[in-house]
């Protein structure tokens, strides 16, 4: 794991998240790993940059969480890192999820959907 901020990101980091793009999080810092997979459990929409920075400053986001950012709204996500890909598709069909992402440097595409 490697931590890409020291400190735990606000209002203008967010604001900063390009359309169709996003951040992991894990206790408020940006991550990125080398391996694994990440995968969404359950999340929340938001509309402003400050509603996602109170909500991933709140007790319930001190794990991991992650951000995407797509047609002016926010989505914040609870996840998971899991170790294979056949482990983050089935998290994935558990919680109706689009899509997962891998870690991997190498892999292509970055985004698998997920089969419904």
């Not at 940006?30 to 694994?36: F, I």
Request: glycine share 6%; hydrophobic share 35%.
């Amino acid at each position: 794991m490697k931590y890409i901020t020291n400190t735990r990101i606000n209002v203008r980091t967010i604001r900063k998240i390009a359309d169709g793009e996003g951040l992991t999080l894990r206790n408020g810092r940006v991550v990125e790993y080398k391996t694994g997979w990440q995968v969404a459990t359950n999340g929340l929409e938001c509309r402003t940059p400050e509603e996602v920075s109170k909500l991933i400053h709140s007790p319930m986001f001190r794990d991991f969480c992650g951000i995407w950012f797509d047609n002016g709204i926010y989505y914040v996500d609870y996840s998971r890192r899991v170790t294979t890909k056949k482990d983050a598709l089935t998290v994935g069909a558990i919680c109706n999820q689009i899509s997962i992402y891998s870690w991997s440097r190498t892999r292509m595409p970055k985004v698998v959907y997920v089969k419904k």
